[in-house]
């Protein structure tokens, strides 16, 4: 897909390291602590949903690529939302530079590696920034549990913006950062 673990490594590197190397952190829409469904996270989603992203993946990574971007990564299949081809393009385009087994292992990574222990060992200043029509990372299984387990986060909610929001409402989410990170 085109993107990383969805903050789950920014969250592993300043719990490991990032005491004396980080200043503050910022989680966007981001998996923390754990995606996938499993008898310690029942309200997670279940594996079904993920193996739905394997499977077209590996018969034909470029559809899929067009397919997500164009619909529920940028909120472009909600009513009265216009999609942009330049944006829909760039994400395809940054999909097919990437290869096909690490975007299948990173489905697996992003999805079900429990970043719980991470997130209560971070107490530099951290921001969740989240969409609350996120369609990929739900808010309820994502941002609303991790801002609990950080020792000094802060949780920014964007009402109607999707999981693409940097892409889809930059100005809004670069002015935010700015005001973070100069506080």
């Known amino acids: 897909m085109g ?16 005491r004396s190397r980080v200043a503050k952190l910022v989680l966007v829409g ?6 996938v469904k499993t008898p310690a ?7 079904e949903v993920f193996d739905d992203f394997r499977k077209p ?3 034909n990574r470029a559809e899929l690529d067009h397919t997500v971007a164009s619909g529920p990564f940028y909120g472009y299949n909600r009513p009265g939302v216009e999609a942009s081809q330049a944006v829909i393009g760039n994400w395809w385009r940054q999909g097919m530079t990437g290869g096909a087994k690490a975007h299948y292992g990173g ?4 999805s079900e590696t429990d970043f ?22 739900p808010i309820a299984d994502s941002a609303l549990l991790s801002v609990k387990l ?28 700015l005001a973070f990170f100069e506080a």
């Open 116 to 137: 719980t222990e991470d997130l209560k060992g971070i107490d530099v200043p951290t921001l969740g920034m989240h969409g609350g029509d996120d369609r990929g990372v």
């Open 57 to 59: 993946l590996a018969a």
């Open 30 to 35: 981001a998996v923390p602590p754990l995606m």
């Open 150 to 177: 950080l020792g000094n986060g802060t949780l920014k909610v964007y009402e109607k913006y999707p999981h693409g929001m940097c892409a889809t409402h930059a100005d809004v989410i670069n002015a935010d950062l």
């Open 41 to 47: 996270n029942p309200g997670g989603t279940p594996v």
């Open 3 to 18: 993107h990383s673990t969805g903050g789950g490594e920014a969250s592993r590197y300043v719990a490991r390291h990032g």
């Open 107 to 110: 489905i697996k990574a992003f």
